[in-house]
T-cell receptor
Framework: AQSVTQPDIHITVSEGASLELRCNYS??????LFWYVQSPGQGLQLLLK??????LVQGIKGFEAEFKRSQSSFNLRKPSVHWSDAAEYFC???????????FGKGTRLSVIA | DAGVIQSPRHEVTEMGQEVTLRCKPI?????LFWYRQTMMRGLELLIY????????DSGMPEDRFSAKMPNASFSTLKIQPSEPRDSAVYFC?????????????FGSGTRLTVV
């Protein structure tokens, strides 16, 4: 069965610093890969997704992620973090549009001044 | 497009009562997923439907939980009787088969508290 590992439960970064959130997956084939963000009390908002092609994908809010097949990773990055980026971030994998996503446990991001 | 619409946003009920959560998927989407989110277990899939047909309900915790999708624009998740351990946020999501561009869209969730 596929699984998703987000090794960092909680990360704190300074405003303006760069950010990288890690995500590793276990799957027999290359799945569809997603990053979602959840602010407190809110639903999940899609940041970006990878299906095929260019392994560096751009998303909303200045985020990007890079798919590395050899490492089974799909890490999320942002060059300069803003205080409003403080939230919970979830990596997810799926097979196609009609099968469920499997989520990691999430990484909580705190941003300090 | 109004997105995936869930109701109610918040529900507080007493143990033993019946609870019904509702979801309206995005028009044209043909897959619907119910997830539950708790601090301890994260996001868990409860059940999903393709073209209104339940495909996998192995995530439904007990017989107290049931879900229906009578048509393409509406689904319900029912808990009867409810228990305090059912307290969680329940999310509904919809997607379109083969639509690489759309991905999965989530509703805002229903926060259920059973006292």
């Amino acid at each position: 069965a596929q699984s998703v590992t987000q090794p960092d439960i909680h990360i704190t970064v300074s405003e303006g610093a760069s950010l990288e959130l890690r995500c590793n997956y276990s799957y027999g084939a290359t799945p569809y890969l997603f990053w979602y963000v959840q602010s407190p009390g809110q639903g999940l908002q899609l940041l970006l997704k990878y299906f095929s092609g260019d392994t560096l994908v751009q998303g909303i809010k200045g985020f990007e992620a890079e798919f590395k097949r050899s490492q089974s990773s799909f890490n999320l990055r942002k060059p300069s973090v803003h205080w409003s980026d403080a939230a919970e971030y979830f990596c997810a994998v799926g097979l196609s549009g009609n099968t469920p996503l499997v989520f990691g446990k999430g990484t909580r991001l705190s941003v300090i001044a | 497009d109004a997105g995936v619409i869930q109701s109610p946003r918040h529900e507080v009920t007493e143990m033993g009562q019946e609870v019904t959560l509702r979801c309206k998927p995005i028009s044209g989407h043909n897959s619907l997923f119910w997830y539950r989110q708790t601090m301890m277990r994260g996001l868990e899939l409860l059940i999903y439907f393709n073209n209104n047909v339940p495909i996998d309900d192995s995530g439904m915790p007990e017989d107290r939980f049931s879900a229906k999708m009578p048509n393409a624009s509406f689904s319900t998740l029912k808990i009867q009787p409810s228990e305090p351990r059912d307290s969680a946020v329940y999310f509904c999501a919809s997607s379109l088969t083969g639509a690489k561009g759309n991905g999965y869209t989530f509703g805002s969730g229903t926060r259920l508290t059973v006292v």
